[in-house]
């Protein structure tokens, strides 16, 4: 297997965990009566807060996402042009990546995980990032503190059902999330990290979504980059199951 391809894939993937949107909508947009987090005190506060700032119910009750773009990768001071597409419809989703070096796709059908690289899959495109935001009060989703450190940071953890978690940091004035960072251990007991810098916001139906924004990826001793901007999105669509059949 290509390992730099790898690479790319796993930078992709999480990618699109950030819910981005076209550009139909002004730039930087915020909501017209942000949620306040100042008066919030425990972890669930600051994210109800924020949850509300990024469109609360509307946001919890999105139902699909469709979504197209091109990234620029950078990564062993190699960069990389490439384009993906990604369709999330509850627990199923497909996503899909064409780089000079190969394509990837990946589908999860509601029962199995299809990979078009065998003996590879990356981490469900739900589990991670911005995806995670609406399951805020959830059952199985917990919500926690983040870990002490030497900053001092307004924003909480969410961890999933199967231990994913991702560290949110969030604006006091806005309610929006500024950046996240999500980890996990892959197959071969490696600790991954990705980390996501949020540049630009705009207003979708009334749902509050990055735009632009920038990620570090860090495997070990290889660090990635990738800068991100989509193009064609559609929310709340009607997906046929046919788009995440299993290939026979």
């Known amino acids: 297997m290509n390992r730099s391809f790898v ?3 796993l930078i992709v993937v999480l990618a699109l965990n950030a819910f981005t949107q076209n550009g139909s909508e002004p730039k930087k947009a915020v909501p017209e009566k942000p949620a306040s987090v100042a008066g919030a005190v425990t972890p669930l ?5 924020t949850l509300a700032g990024h469109g609360g119910d509307k946001l919890k009750k999105i139902r699909s996402l469709v979504m197209k773009g091109s990234a620029d990768l950078t990564f062993q001071g190699q960069a990389v042009p490439g384009a993906f597409s990604t369709a999330i419809s509850g627990d199923k989703y497909y996503f899909e990546i064409v780089t000079p070096i190969q394509q990837l796709k990946q589908t999860f059908d509601g029962r199995e995980t299809y990979s078009s690289i065998p003996g590879f899959s990356l981490p469900p495109v739900t589990s991670l990032g911005f995806p995670l935001l609406p399951k805020v009060g959830d059952p199985g989703y917990v919500v926690a503190a983040l870990p ?5 940071r307004r924003g909480f953890r969410i961890t999933t059902p199967e231990g994913f978690y991702t560290d949110f940091i969030v604006d006091e004035k806005t309610s929006l999330i500024k950046s996240y960072e999500s980890k996990w251990i892959d197959g071969g007991n490696r600790a991954i990290t990705t980390s996501v810098e949020i540049d630009e916001f705009q207003t979708v139906e009334g749902i509050v979504v990055p735009r ?9 001793p290889i660090t990635a980059y990738a800068n991100f901007k989509t193009k064609e999105v559609l929310v709340n669509s009607t997906i046929e199951d046919s788009a995440f059949a299993i290939p026979k």
């Open 7 to 9: 690479l790319i894939g």
């Open 45 to 49: 506060e600051v994210a109800m807060a």
């Open 148 to 152: 002490e450190g030497g900053k001092k």
């Open 212 to 220: 632009k924004y920038s990620q570090r990826f860090d495997l070990g």
